[in-house]
């Protein structure tokens, strides 16, 4: 019969199986954590016991009342006291407790009596002159005219002539700044100039326009304690006039021109290629011209309220020239009955101006085409000239370059103003008057009597030329016309990203240790069996 082992024995296999425990245990920081929480919850007592002054402080109140009490009555009853319980009940016989060592009770009874305030035995202490609060504003700011939005202070400037106005306010307890606010123009969309001192007041400009109308302006009077508002306009008048300008348009031409105060002429042809300074503008027998005079300034203004186009008046050099107003337009027309150079005088206003017209007896030859090209949108604000053969873009910031065709896109559509000149560079007949072709079959043309002008779409891409034909007379405009850019679609797959799985909270250091001490403890449980068998 087997014999079980010695106690001595078995209690020596226990104690290896622990020893492995709480080694493993100890390698994968389960011991750690275990003395970790330990400490927490022995802290948690110190904690409680250092948080609490007030506690000290009433205690030591009621002991102080005690021993005076005492001292009337001639018995010492520290002791008793200090154990004292609420509301009259007996204190309980019981010895009180040891007191705590001066080094653990020194925090609570000193910090109290640093921060405790004296009986209060005196007359109250009147605050610091800091912590007062800033004295009220005794006089308040205003302004000696009253106004509000809608009505306003009025003031007036004149156009071309310096303005200056200094704002004052009264009252305020210190010295006064003046905002101002613009009310109906953007500071950074200025056309007048204006500008504005704080620190004075002083509102100025040299005002250029009057097309906008009046400047309104809120300026705020503050001592930087209280304020009041000032509601300003300020009228902008014209200077005085100086002559009269009028647009001028043909009856048997497309191009319109411009005439100045001062009497310059500018021209505008078909292409928006830019204004040219003509000495004159051409007429033929037949012919009439529409004109309407406005009065300005020097500086463009018109000078004479009321209508759009006040009633002007035109006068020829040449007696056989019929002038007629009419009122539904509110234009001036001239009819040329007879060849010949003449002075047409535009009045209006109390002023008036010159200028040259030459009325030939038939059309001029044709000699050349002058033709502007527009891209379809018309925002970008390319343009191309065409003269002869020489084609020139004017792009729409930098210098005018000359090139060797224009640019297209398959698809694209441009439009094309063209017009016949004479020897002079003088416009012979409209647009009517002109043929287009490409020597491109599927290029389509569309005249648009509108934009009295023709528009070219090109399907093809490839090279292209559109001629332009009056009679026998030529002009040719070059496109290289690119293929519209096919885009392709490029699907990416993206890989499923791979790595270690996300974080649950869990420490895998903990059941390792726990497996490994049983693993100790079943290999010691395992040698007890086998040496009880042995016996």
């Known amino acids: 019969m087997n014999q ?95 007191p705590a060592p001066a080094d653990e009770t020194a925090t609570p009874d000193t910090t109290p009596a640093a921060t405790t305030p004296p009986a209060a035995d005196t007359a109250p202490t009147t605050p610091a002159a800091a912590e007062q609060p800033a004295p009220e504003a005794s006089t308040p700011v205003t302004w000696a005219e009253p106004s509000t939005e809608d009505a306003p202070i009025v003031l007036t400037a004149t156009a071309g002539q310096p303005f200056s106005h200094t704002f004052t306010a009264q009252g305020g307890d210190g010295p006064l700044e003046y905002l101002f606010n613009p ?144 009122p539904n337009w509110s234009a001036n027309t001239v009819t040329f009955s007879e060849p010949g150079t003449r002075t047409l005088t535009v009045s209006e206003g109390g002023v008036s101006t010159s200028f040259t017209v030459r009325v030939s007896e038939a059309p001029a030859p044709v000699v050349g085409i002058t033709i502007g090209v527009l891209p379809a949108d018309g925002t970008s604000g390319d343009r191309w000239g065409v003269e002869g053969d020489v084609i020139t873009y004017y792009p729409a910031d930098g210098d005018a370059q000359r090139v060797d065709a224009i640019p297209a896109r398959q698809g694209d559509r441009v439009q094309i103003r063209a017009l016949a000149v004479d020897a002079d560079g003088q416009p012979v007949g409209d647009h009517t008057d002109l043929a287009f072709t490409s020597d491109v079959a599927s290029d389509r043309i569309e005249y648009d009597a509108e934009a009295a002008a023709t528009w070219v779409t090109f399907e093809h891409a490839s090279p292209h030329t559109i001629t332009v034909a009056s009679g026998d007379v030529t002009s040719t405009i070059r496109f290289e016309v690119q293929p519209t850019a096919t885009t392709t679609v490029t699907t990416t797959h993206t890989p499923t990203a791979s790595g270690t799985l996300a974080y649950t909270g869990a420490d895998e250091s903990g059941p390792l240790a726990w497996a490994l001490g049983l693993l100790a403890s079943g290999a010691g449980l395992l040698v007890w069996r086998l040496r009880r068998r042995l016996g």
């Open 183 to 326: 009310l109906n123009f953007s500071p950074n969309n200025d056309v007048n100039g204006w500008s504005w001192n704080e620190q004075t007041g002083v509102l100025s400009a040299t005002p250029k326009s009057t097309f906008d109308g009046p400047a309104l302006f809120a300026v705020t009077a503050t001592d930087l304690h209280q304020s009041a508002v000032q509601y300003v306009q300020v009228d902008i008048e014209p200077g005085a006039p100086v002559g009269v300008t009028f647009g001028v348009d043909s009856s048997d031409s497309d191009v319109s021109w411009q005439v100045d105060a001062d009497g310059t002429i500018r021209e505008y042809a078909p292409g928006g290629t830019g204004e040219t300074v003509v000495s004159e503008v051409p007429a033929t027998v037949g012919s009439s011209m529409t004109l309407a005079g406005v009065a300005v300034d020097a500086l463009g203004n018109r000078t004479t309220p009321g209508d759009e186009y006040p009633r002007s008046t035109v006068t020829s050099t040449t007696a056989s020239d019929g002038v007629v107003w009419d």
């Open 4 to 98: 079980s082992c010695k106690y001595t024995f078995r209690r020596s296999a226990a104690i290896g199986a622990a020893i492995a425990i709480v080694t493993a245990s100890s390698a994968f920081g389960i011991g750690a954590s275990a003395a970790s929480a330990a400490t927490d919850e022995t802290a948690a007592p110190s904690t409680t016991a250092t948080s609490a002054p007030q506690d000290a402080t009433t205690a030591t109140t009621a002991t102080a009342a005690a021993d005076t009490t005492a001292a009337d009555t001639g018995t010492d009853t520290a002791p008793d006291t200090a154990q004292a319980t609420p509301d009259g009940e007996t204190a309980d016989p019981a010895p009180a407790p040891a």
